[in-house]
């Protein structure tokens, strides 16, 4: 019988996407750690992909590659990962662009290649990752989760990266709407909305003076840290989190407060 994700927090087969750095290579890392065999989905080579994998906890663990722009070729890579591991039980959406942008600062040909470069990761993107995976977690008898890395920026607007705010937005409604949808296939599906992260993709903006303003919007005076978010997103993968499907967790130190 297909493992029940229900029943047994190891030895999952788990689909990281963008886990090549920073966060997701993070959250890699905490499932190899907890025994879980792990396929890292980048559009880095495959060979360096395959040396970060060669560095994890375990074995079993394998890379594939794809730009989430590209459907085909998230068929194809979804797929490949899935015969590799042998089945799949945890889906984590975590890829995604950041790149400024601001409305009256850019012009018409920027804004209009911003929009249609970063909404292409980030929500089609994942979309496609998460179709293409459900195909094959729908069919496990112990069902499944899905966990979406979103942002803070969902909520509180985003007026440099503005298509990176609506498309997290966009990405918090379809973790939603699909947490209704495959809840009676027992696959629970949930998100994480981080504030800043130490990680390569925020380093320039991390850097003074503009990085002090930013720490200082959290009472702790720091930004988050990418096992932080791992942490997290294991947590919301696991036994334990069914219940917690249709959930968008805040991880922002407090920076910003929904109501």
Same mark, same amino acid.
């Given at each position: 019988?297909?493992?029940? #994700? ?24 905490? &499932? ?96 496609? #990752? ?24 969902? &909520?509180?607007?985003?007026?440099? #990266? ?26 629970a599906v949930s998100a994480v909305a981080p504030g800043f992260v130490a990680t390569d993709m925020t380093t320039e903006w991390l850097k003074p003076p503009g990085g002090d303003e930013i720490r200082a919007q959290s009472p702790f005076g720091r930004v ?36």
């Amino acid at each position: 019988m297909a493992e029940n #994700v229900s029943e047994s927090n190891g030895g999952r087969a788990v689909l990281v996407t963008g886990a090549a750095r920073g966060i997701g290579w993070a959250i890699a890392r905490r &499932f190899a750690k907890a025994g879980d065999r792990v396929a890292i989905l980048d559009r880095v080579p495959v060979e360096a992909a395959e040396k970060l994998v060669a560095g994890l906890d375990g074995n079993g663990h394998v890379a594939v590659q794809a730009d989430l722009t590209d459907g085909d070729a998230v068929l194809a890579a979804v797929d490949s990962a899935v015969t590799r591991l042998g089945g799949l039980d945890v889906l984590v959406n975590n890829a995604g662009v950041f790149t400024a942008h601001p409305i009256t600062e850019v012009d018409y040909a920027t804004w209009q290649e911003q929009w249609r470069a970063t909404l292409a990761v980030n929500l089609v993107g994942a979309a496609n #990752v998460t179709w293409c995976a459900v195909r094959h977690m729908k069919e496990r008898d112990g069902g499944g989760r899905i966990v979406n890395v979103s942002s803070r920026g969902a &909520f509180r607007g985003e007026p440099d #990266v503005p298509a990176y705010g609506a498309g997290k937005a966009g990405l918090n409604s379809l973790t939603q709407s699909l947490a209704l949808a495959l809840a009676p296939y027992r696959i629970a599906v949930s998100a994480v909305a981080p504030g800043f992260v130490a990680t390569d993709m925020t380093t320039e903006w991390l850097k003074p003076p503009g990085g002090d303003e930013i720490r200082a919007q959290s009472p702790f005076g720091r930004v988050g840290e990418p096992d932080e978010i791992a942490a997290a997103v294991f947590y919301l993968a696991s036994a334990q989190a069914e219940w917690a499907s249709g959930a968008v967790l805040d991880l922002n130190g407090a920076s910003y407060l929904r109501t």
